[in-house]
């Protein structure tokens, strides 16, 4: 665009004026204008392009760090997603795992109180078999324990009378005493009594039962004992006249006849006789007569004394046995223990109420 400028010559309402008359301008060429122009309108294309590119490198970095910050959380959430998979999975297993570890423990829970049920039917089935039974008795452990008291005394009385085992006797008195005891003090009349007994069978008692095997092997033994050699009195002395004397002369001085004793017999019979009183003083011992049994035992060693010889030793260790056999048999016997105390206070002590310890005097004999 051109500016158009009125000039002196061409305006002419203007006067004249000699002062101000000036030499005249030159005009300027249009083209330098327009060259300015698109010089500056180039510069401000290539400064728009120059900033154009440069706008669009940060764009385009921008896009890039953008697109990697996406990579990154892509692969941070795919890597999260593997992670949650492997864990979704592991929540599956763990999700199985327990609930068979719940049905098993259903199923033991339900079998265990299947069979608490089975044994609580079973015991129930036991007290009631119980409560029938001490219902049927009509018993409880007082009078059991009582019943069992005198069955062990009878045992007793039946072993120091007619065994004459004081030895058992005194073992039953002490398993009464251990019976009573849990009854507490009601039952001390009764100990007291038993305690009495048991003292008195601590004596010194005929063993019946070992001295009649004692006497046994001695009767095994004897037949097989030294024998004594016979004496010059037992051999038969030959005749001073007769058939003997006129035989002697008649044959002469140049034979010798020399008449020796009989052998002996294989078998005494006065050993034989020993033996047999042996075994008839065990048959009288083990029947309580203790007087025949040390008659015929007497006897024995008397024979042996004069059958056998002492000298040997297997004779003195017979002969010692058979004279230690006199002496117990010869011993007096021991008083017999007295246990009617003891079934009296056992008969108190029945009577009696639960708990009550009876009258002292009710423990004595009657």
């Known amino acids: 665009m051109t500016e158009e400028r009125s000039t002196p010559e061409a305006d002419s309402t203007t006067p004249a004026s000699?002062?101000?008359?000036?030499?005249a301008r030159q005009p300027r060429p249009r083209g330098a204008g327009v060259a300015v122009l698109l010089a500056f309108v180039a510069l401000a294309g290539a400064g728009g392009a120059g900033l154009l590119a440069w706008q669009q490198q940060q764009a385009s970095d921008l896009l890039s760090a953008r697109l990697t910050g996406l990579d990154q959380t892509l692969n941070q959430q795919l890597a999260r997603h593997a992670t949650l998979d492997a864990l979704a999975?592991?929540?599956r297993d763990m999700d199985t795992l327990r609930q068979s570890l719940d049905d098993r423990q259903q199923a033991l829970t339900q079998d265990t109180a299947s069979r608490l049920d089975a044994l609580r039917a079973?015991?129930?089935t036991q007290q009631q078999a119980l409560d029938t039974l001490?219902?049927?008795?009509?018993r409880d452990e007082r009078l059991w324990r009582l019943g069992e008291i005198e069955r062990l005394l009878t045992a007793a009385q039946t072993r120091l009378r007619l065994?004459?085992?004081?030895a058992t006797a005194r073992l039953l008195l002490q398993e009464s005493d251990r019976t009573a005891m849990p009854l507490g003090g009601e039952a001390l009349p009764l100990r007291e009594v038993l305690q009495q007994a048991i003292a008195g069978t601590n004596g010194?008692?005929?063993d019946r039962e070992g001295i009649a095997l004692r006497l046994t092997q001695l009767a095994e033994a004897l037949p097989e004992l030294p024998r004594a050699k016979p004496t010059a009195e037992a051999i038969e002395a030959p005749p001073a006249d007769g058939w003997w004397a006129q035989t002697k002369a008649w044959v002469g001085g140049w034979l010798h006849i020399e008449r020796k004793a009989a052998p002996a017999p294989d078998r005494d019979p006065a050993l034989a006789e020993a033996t047999t009183r042996l075994l008839q003083a065990r048959r009288a011992l083990l029947a309580r007569d203790t007087e025949q049994?040390?008659?015929?035992v007497r006897q024995t060693v008397e024979t042996a004394h004069a059958h056998l010889q002492t000298g040997d030793a297997r004779v003195r260790a017979a002969l010692d046995d058979l004279a230690d056999i006199a002496a117990e048999l010869a011993r007096p016997a021991p008083t017999m223990v007295d246990l009617t105390p003891a079934f009296t206070a056992l008969r108190a002590l029945r009577a009696a109420p639960a708990g009550v310890a009876p009258a002292s005097g009710s423990s004595q004999g009657d």
């Open 18 to 23: 000699p002062s101000a008359e000036k030499p």
């Open 89 to 91: 999975e592991l929540r």
């Open 122 to 124: 079973e015991l129930a």
């Open 134 to 138: 001490r219902a049927l008795t009509g």
């Open 163 to 166: 065994l004459d085992d004081a």
């Open 204 to 206: 010194t008692h005929l």
């Open 293 to 296: 049994a040390l008659a015929l």
